[in-house]
């Protein structure tokens, strides 16, 4: 199968962040970078997709300045065939501007499956995906959980709120990839050696107009610090009033 | 005056919490935005027009029905289609909707439709003359972003548990719409709908995680840990690698260095010390509560709430306690 | 010259030829190893030599079997001289050293000849004696060991039976040959002189008996385990286990280097020099029996990984010179799970080392705890040969439990084997006003001391407890000293020992970078996997630093009357130390752990576990087993605290980290009541309390 997956470049996700002086972005001093985790399962299942059904081509693609070219060489280490940049200097948050790039980029490419990640860790939106699908007029299933393809069609579960869905779709087809489904590899030294000699070729990235920006970045009100708060069973209704109220979780 | 179009999720044809949610934050915006109509759009199987009083209760000027028999499952590309274009038909300043798992589908799908500017995951709304003045949580919760969507219609989505319905109450008017694509021939069908039970919730999705150590003392214990779990509803069972090891619970429910890592918005963690190898798994949790009989474990220098005592006495009187919380849901 | 003397020739030439052509042969295959050059530091090769080699100084180690070992070993030694003797015998009749030595030397030689034929027949009569009635554990198990031994014990004392019986009869025929010196041969000649009707004839029988015995035992020890008679002492010369050079440092790696595949998976992709390990094994299996893995039941003997070595080399040697030499079935005389050897020219293709001779669970098992290193009596390495096809598992084929991903990828990202914010590193120090080398250097000022904290002591609760009592017995001496605080990585030393020499570079050499910048020159640290890394392995990177570690350090400023102690009479508190591998037999630090306790407490009492010291056992957690699941078997700490709880002590000594860890997990899984300290953790309890308060 002819396979592209979309991947982004972004912080490691067990960072500490610091909002840079602009306040409208982090500082990126002593970040590091990576493919994004869901990116990379995405990566992983086009590999097992076409390592189990025989021989196919695994393209990845990116959106960003040029040093998103490291980004595509890990997943060319993981075992991608080529890689595409779409060259911009500063990713916009707007996801569908990004989504517009990559639907001029894809289209017409005769594949078969587009991947991408259910979200990035920095934009945390999810849009990216399942709208880059629309515009290229895919059957897309958003944050799968499995994924299977034989004779053409797709057979994928997703989880809704305590429930699942399994639902099918024909080829060519675009799917958001959850966590769970695979694991990505790791990339062997000799894997990592033959990368940097697959084909990388850049390309100006068509964005769509940004109409989504960002005004500022802020850190989280500090979370208070941890307390005991009571003992025994009597503290469960201060406990329940806590969740309810503070942390909103209940 | 423009309108505000908010998309209303059901289920079984009842709505959803969350579309009670949308709908107010709909109706707020309107407000915002010069006084204009909150249209709530439904889509079900034929009946789920009765949901029309309830959004009028929560602002709802208009409520578009659409009912369609193919619409006992989600149908993504014929929800999405019909909600782009009610959009087009009217001027409305944005379409809202939650940023749910039907959400996350629909929201993307229509802004590409509408060549709509869309922020998702949002948890606050501003109108700012033509702009809408949006926050939502970036970099896995760890940086709040402030985000500027300028363009009509936008689409917006809201996160769940973020904002509180509030009622409005007015008397909604129902329209009727039929589905603007045919759901014959939508492209991804549903075969299966799993229940809860057995397409258990995975830890990575579950916003709940309740998760039991060696201070459950033995492994029929851990029934207490999974009634708690039930209680939430929308939780999964996790385990230390102390109770995996001695075959308390399955390898695939460890949470650890050396398990599964987690980030859910709640981390219950019962009869566990903290060690640096579980901690290492479930830190990054929003809130963490724990209970432990030693209040010198390490788990509670991590946790926001922690209780000290005997955790098979305080789980169960938990339970009970989430249980009559959620009841009001 | 006789008819039998051309005879003899002829024989000896044959005898002497076919061995040569094995000897050829064998060395051939071992050049099918990658280089590996030794020539450097003869004079420490030499002492190791005399000491290990001729000294058997490790064999002793056994008091039992050590005794025997070294009677037979000393035995052949001093009766090679008497071989050849009897060799150029058989060609130039008449021919004996008393032609050539003066008439003392020559009754001496003569006198250790029989004497030591005797001592021989005893030592392999107690040999055969323990192995067919004792059955000792580390012998047990493969049919094939037991054969060959009992063929080479059985061939030994038919030497020395005939060697004695030779001279017995030659005295009966003419006593003027046999000088009185031979006593032993005397003697028997006494006791049998009653029997032998034709004592020449017999004297005859038994002399080329013993002459063609010498021949097929020369001959032998090309297709037995006895081979270790020819290469050991060259092997003990060669080695690097005990020196020269660091002891432990393991063997560096250019990853720039355009080859196939990294790391080993097969005999060619190993060292000549771990070929030669494989034709020195005798297959004492003491390595095994000191293995913590295999004592708890895991798959991996180092005697194995040893023998499973020369067993493919065996196998794939002749395939790849084409000589013939070699058994059809080479599985028919080498060692152990001889079974697993291919028999067909496309199985010996399709099969390499690793995967059909040596399995991934065995790799992943060991803790590199160098206990096999330690034992061998030959000084071979049988942790190189782990490492390398660790290297090979993961450079090359991304093969190893699933659970280390995250640790490699943590590593990378993080700087730490944990999923723990590099922000948080110093987090232990606040409070305790301890400069970061940046802020000294913003002061113009340099820190005598770099305190290298290393990830357990900045990032694990209970090790972060040790961390701050050695800060405090820092200040408390006034030493002055700086921490690197959140420029502070991992040195990559788990990556390494995992095998990912790739990780483990990028790591080091940030490191180094960093030590650099900042002109450290000298570096103490509490963890003796980052003093070992740091000290020991950094200058194959160009990192060169002073390194102590801290048990090091403290008993040094206690010896020097730096601490203040508070004076206080206790009772006697008694106290098990748990050595450290990487302490101990990596870096022979014993001692000082020792005296720091004795210095440092009032009055205590230090027992020793039963295996302690040098023959220590690890507790589980070393070679990156720690970052791995244990799943077969009894957990190796569990194991070890058994031992340490026996003592009777009333409190656990550690002086690492992960043995902290390791050692406190197995203390409560057996629900005892016993503290574990680190001995920083002792002395900081021992502080007067007055400077405990300059923190």
Redesign the interface.
């Known amino acids: 199968m002819k396979i592209a997956v979309c991947i982004k470049r972004t912080p490691d996700s067990e960072s500490r962040f610091k909002i840079a002086a602009s306040s409208t972005a982090i500082d990126e001093a002593g970040l590091k970078f990576d493919i994004d985790d869901f990116a990379s399962y995405a990566v992983e299942v086009a590999l097992q997709l076409n390592e189990k059904q025989g021989p196919g081509e695994t393209v990845v693609v990116a959106v960003g300045p040029d040093v998103v070219q490291e980004t595509l060489r890990k997943a060319m280490s993981m075992g991608a065939d080529r890689a595409v940049q779409l060259k911009t200097d500063a990713v916009p948050y707007d996801g569908l501007a990004v989504a517009t790039a990559l639907a001029a980029e894809l289209t017409g490419g005769g594949y078969d499956l587009v991947l991408f990640g259910k979200h990035a860790f920095d934009t945390s939106s999810g849009i990216v995906g399942t709208a880059t699908a629309e515009l290229l007029g895919l059957p897309c299933v958003t944050a799968a959980s499995k994924l299977d393809i034989a004779n053409g069609r797709g057979t994928a579960r997703r989880e809704l709120e305590g429930v699942a869905e399994v639902v099918e779709f024909p080829l060519p087809a675009a799917v958001t990839i959850d966590e769970g489904i695979a694991r990505p590899r790791y990339p062997s030294l000799k894997n990592i050696m033959a990368a940097k000699k697959k084909p990388l070729e850049v390309k100006p990235a068509q964005l769509g107009p940004v109409r989504v920006s960002v005004k500022a970045m802020d850190l989280p009100p500090e979370r208070p610090a941890g307390r005991i708060i009571g003992e025994g069973v009597a503290a469960v209704p201060e406990l329940i009033r806590l969740l309810q109220t503070e942390a909103k979780v209940l | 005056m423009p309108n505000v179009l908010v998309f209303a999720e059901t289920r079984a044809n009842a709505l959803r919490k969350i579309a009670l949610e949308a709908t107010s934050v709909a109706r707020a915006l309107a407000d915002a935005s010069g006084g204009g109509e909150v249209h709530a759009i439904v889509a079900g199987t034929p009946g789920v027009s009765s949901v029309a009083e309830q959004l009028g209760q929560y602002g709802a000027d208009v409520v578009v029905v659409v009912e369609h028999a193919a619409f006992s499952n989600f149908d993504r590309e014929a929800v999405s289609a019909t909600i782009a274009a009610r959009a087009r038909s009217a001027a409305y300043r944005a379409v809202v909707l939650g940023f749910s798992a039907q959400g996350r589908d629909v929201g993307p799908r229509v802004a590409a439709k509408l060549d709509a500017p869309i922020a998702a995951d949002v948890i606050e709304i501003r109108a700012s003359g033509d702009a809408i003045i949006v926050k939502h949580p970036a970099y896995a919760n760890k940086v709040i972003a402030t985000l500027e969507v300028k363009g009509s219609p936008c689409v917006l989505s809201v996160r769940p548990s973020a904002f509180t319905p509030s009622p409005a109450p007015r008397a909604a008017r129902v329209e009727n719409m039929a589905p603007a694509a045919d759901p014959g021939a939508s492209r991804v069908t549903v075969k299966e709908m799993i229940e809860g039970g057995k397409g258990r919730i995975d830890l990575g999705e579950a916003p709940v995680i309740v998760s039991g150590g060696r201070g459950l003392k033995a492994p029929e214990n851990f029934k207490l840990v999974e009634e708690l779990a039930a209680a939430f509803g929308n939780a999964a069972v996790g385990a230390t690698r102390a109770v995996t090891d001695d075959g308390w619970r399955p390898h695939s429910d460890q949470i650890g260095q050396t398990g599964r890592q987690v980030s859910p918005q709640l981390y219950v963690a019962v009869g566990i010390s903290g060690a640096i190898q579980h901690l290492a798994g479930m830190r990054t949790s929003k809130t963490i509560v724990a209970i432990n009989r030693d209040k010198e474990a390490p788990i509670f220098k991590v946790a926001d709430y922690g209780v000290v005592g005997d955790a098979l006495e305080i789980v169960p009187a938990l339970t009970k306690a989430v249980r009559e919380a959620k009841a009001g849901h | 010259m006789s008819a039998s003397n051309g005879v003899f020739l002829v024989v000896l030439a044959v005898g002497a030829g076919f061995f040569a052509l094995n000897v050829q042969r064998l060395v051939r295959y071992m050049r099918l190893g990658q280089p590996d050059p030794r020539t450097d530091h003869p004079l420490a090769r030499i002492r190791n030599l005399l000491r290990i080699g001729i000294g058997q100084s490790k064999i002793f180690r056994d008091r039992v079997a050590g005794p025997m070992h070294a009677t037979i070993f000393w035995g052949f030694m001093v009766l090679t001289a008497g071989t050849v003797e009897i060799l150029i015998q058989g060609v130039f009749n008449g021919f004996s050293y008393a032609l050539l030595l003066p008439r003392p030397i020559y009754a001496a030689y003569a006198f250790s000849q029989d004497v030591f034929a005797l001592a021989v027949i005893a030592a392999v009569g107690f040999a055969l004696y323990r192995r067919l009635v004792l059955h000792p554990r580390r012998l047990e198990g493969d049919q094939l060991e037991h054969t060959d031994a009992l063929i080479i014990l059985s061939m030994i004392g038919g030497l020395m039976v005939t060697l004695l019986f030779a001279n017995a009869c030659a005295y009966l025929v003419d006593p003027s040959t046999v000088g009185p010196e031979k006593v032993v041969s005397r003697a028997l000649a006494a006791a049998i002189a009653p029997m032998s009707a034709r004592p020449a004839a017999a004297a005859a029988a038994f002399w080329w008996m013993h002459a063609l015995l010498i021949l097929v035992f020369l001959n032998y020890l090309p297709y037995s385990k006895h081979l270790h008679v020819a290469t050991s002492l060259i092997n003990v010369y060669l080695s690097n286990t005990s020196g020269p050079g660091t002891i432990g440092a393991m063997r560096p790696m250019d990853?720039e280097a355009e080859v196939e595949?990294?790391g080993a998976a097969d005999v060619e992709h190993l060292t000549w020099k771990n070929l030669l390990d494989g034709y020195s094994c005798t297959e004492c299996g003491r390595c095994t029996a000191a293995c913590p893995a295999n004592i708890t039941g895991k798959p991996l003997s180092p005697r194995k990984i040893v023998v499973n070595t020369r067993q493919r080399l065996m196998e794939k040697g002749p395939r790849v010179t084409g000589d013939r030499m070699e058994l059809a079935h080479p599985r028919l005389a080498h060692g152990e799970d001889s079974g697993a050897g291919a028999t067909t020219a496309t199985e010996v293709a399709a099969d390499r080392l690793l995967d059909a001779y040596i399995t991934e669970d065995e790799l992943w098992a060991c803790t590199s705890c160098r206990a096999c290193v330690q034992e061998c009596p030959v000084s071979i390495d049988q942790l190189d040969i782990i490492n390398q096809m660790r290297r090979y598992l993961?450079?090359?084929?991304?093969r190893?439990p699933?659970?280390v991903?995250?640790?490699?990828?943590?590593l990378?990202?993080?700087g730490s084997p944990?999923?723990?914010?590099?922000?948080?590193r110093a987090q232990w120090a606040e409070g305790l006003d301890i400069p970061t080398m940046a802020e000294a250097l913003e002061r113009g000022e340099r820190p005598d001391i770099l305190f290298w904290v290393g990830c357990m002591g900045s990032?694990?609760?209970r090790a972060k407890k040790i961390t701050v009592a050695f800060a405090r017995i820092l200040k408390a001496c006034g030493i002055d000293f700086a921490i690197l605080g959140q420029e502070e990585h991992c040195h990559g030393d788990p990556a390494r020992r995992m095998g990912n020499?790739?990780l483990y570079q990028m790591l080091a050499k940030d490191t180094i970078g960093t030590l650099d910048r900042y002109e450290v020159k000298t570096i103490v640290t509490s963890c003796p996997h980052c003093f070992h890394q740091i000290g020991n392995e950094f200058p194959q990177l160009g990192g060169h630093y002073e390194v102590i570690h801290h048990s090091t350090f403290i008993d040094r400023l206690l010896q020097e009357g730096r601490v203040p102690l508070r004076s206080a009479e206790g009772r006697a508190l008694t106290v098990a130390y748990h050595d450290s591998c990487y302490l101990g037999r990596y870096n022979d630090v014993y001692d000082a752990p020792r005296e720091t306790l004795r210095r440092a407490l009032p009055v205590v009492n230090l027992v020793e576990p039963r295996r302690t010291k040098d023959r220590g056992l690890c507790c589980g957690a070393g070679g990156g087993r720690m970052?791995?699941?244990e799943r077969t078997g009894k957990r190796i700490n569990a194991e070890r605290t058994e031992e340490l709880l026996a003592t009777g002590a009333e409190t656990i000594a550690v002086a690492c980290p992960f043995c902290m860890t390791m050692i406190s997990d197995g203390v409560n899984a057996a629900h005892a009541d016993v503290p574990v300290l680190d001995i920083a953790e002792v002395v900081a309890g021992e502080l007067s309390p007055n400077a405990r308060s300059t923190t």
């Not at chain 3, 991903?405 to 943590?410: D, K, L, M, N, Y």
């Open positions: 990853l595949q990294f993961v450079l090359s084929e991304s190893f699933e659970e991903q995250p640790a490699f990828e943590s990378e990202r993080n944990w999923a723990f914010s590099p922000a948080d990032f694990d609760d020499e790739y970052f791995m699941e």
